[in-house]
């Protein structure tokens, strides 16, 4: 029997991604392999409860919300990952997304479930940590998202997506500000300055005070 380490499951809006403010189904993952500064859930860095992938296929298949997530943590870390990602796929033909910190394989993320990918910046203290073998495993639906402390992650940034093409390669590339340490707005200006194909991301949940 498969199974999973889960630091929580929730119903929320999604705050992110494409997707942001559709009702969400959430899984989050216990476990992480790297430490940026400005994680929000540190609680699931560790720890967890295993459950059956089965049971939280079930959750999901009774689930009201437009979509589900797999979160973290770093899910792709975890052995189940496949067979939770193939389940919640399979129990519905609504979207299924993976939130990713792009330092592992992507070929572990089933077809057709979205991986979100968050390439590290400098600021997050752990640049470096993609793997650039992934560039030629991002699909065409999958999304790519830089979170950015300030000016010297945007330039980071967007040298990245020029460089690579990540614009045309993916459905979505996201700029957001770390929250507390970018404006929006400045971030904002920056885009529209620079004339970038990519999305400015704020966190919805947050600015609504959801989790």
Same mark, same amino acid.
């Given at each position: 029997?498969?199974?999973?380490?889960?630091?929580?499951?929730?119903? @929320?809006?999604?705050?992110?991604?494409? &997707?942001?403010?559709?009702?969400?189904?959430?899984?989050?993952?216990? $476990?992480?392999?790297?430490?940026?500064? &400005?994680?929000?859930?540190?609680?699931?860095?560790?720890?967890?409860?295993?459950?059956?992938?089965?049971?939280?296929?079930?959750?999901?298949?009774? @689930?009201?919300?437009?979509?589900?997530? =797999?979160?973290?943590?770093?899910?792709?870390?975890?052995?189940?990952?496949?067979?939770?990602?193939?389940?919640?796929?399979?129990?519905?033909?609504?979207?299924? +997304?993976?939130?990713?910190?792009?330092? +592992?394989?992507?070929?572990?993320?089933?077809?057709?479930?979205?991986?979100?990918?968050?390439?590290?910046?400098?600021?997050?203290?752990?640049?470096?940590?993609?793997?650039?073998?992934?560039?030629?495993?991002?699909?065409? &639906?999958?999304?790519?998202?830089?979170?950015?402390?300030?000016?010297?992650?945007?330039?980071?940034? @967007?040298?990245?997506?020029?460089?690579?093409? +990540?614009?045309?390669?993916?459905?979505?590339?996201?700029?957001?500000?770390? %929250?507390?340490?970018?404006?929006?707005?400045?971030?904002?200006?920056? =885009?529209?300055?620079?004339?970038?194909?990519?999305?400015?991301?704020?966190? +919805? %949940?947050?600015?609504? $005070?959801?989790?």
């Amino acid at each position: 029997m498969d199974t999973v380490r889960v630091a929580e499951t929730f119903t @929320s809006l999604q705050g992110e991604s494409r &997707y942001a403010g559709w009702p969400c189904f959430f899984v989050r993952l216990a $476990g992480c392999n790297l430490h940026c500064r &400005y994680c929000d859930t540190p609680e699931a860095r560790a720890g967890g409860v295993e459950r059956p992938v089965a049971a939280l296929v079930d959750a999901w298949r009774r @689930s009201r919300a437009a979509l589900a997530e =797999i979160t973290g943590g770093e899910p792709l870390l975890q052995d189940g990952f496949p067979a939770l990602a193939e389940g919640l796929r399979d129990a519905s033909d609504r979207p299924v +997304l993976v939130e990713t910190n792009g330092s +592992l394989d992507l070929t572990r993320v089933p077809e057709g479930v979205t991986a979100v990918v968050d390439v590290k910046c400098p600021g997050s203290g752990e640049a470096g940590s993609f793997d650039p073998a992934n560039l030629a495993r991002l699909r065409p &639906y999958d999304e790519v998202k830089f979170v950015l402390s300030g000016r010297e992650d945007y330039e980071w940034a @967007s040298a990245c997506v020029a460089r690579h093409g +990540l614009a045309g390669r993916v459905a979505a590339v996201h700029f957001g500000p770390v %929250h507390g340490a970018l404006d929006a707005a400045a971030l904002a200006r920056w =885009i529209l300055d620079d004339g970038l194909n990519v999305r400015l991301q704020v966190q +919805l %949940h947050r600015w609504m $005070g959801l989790r």
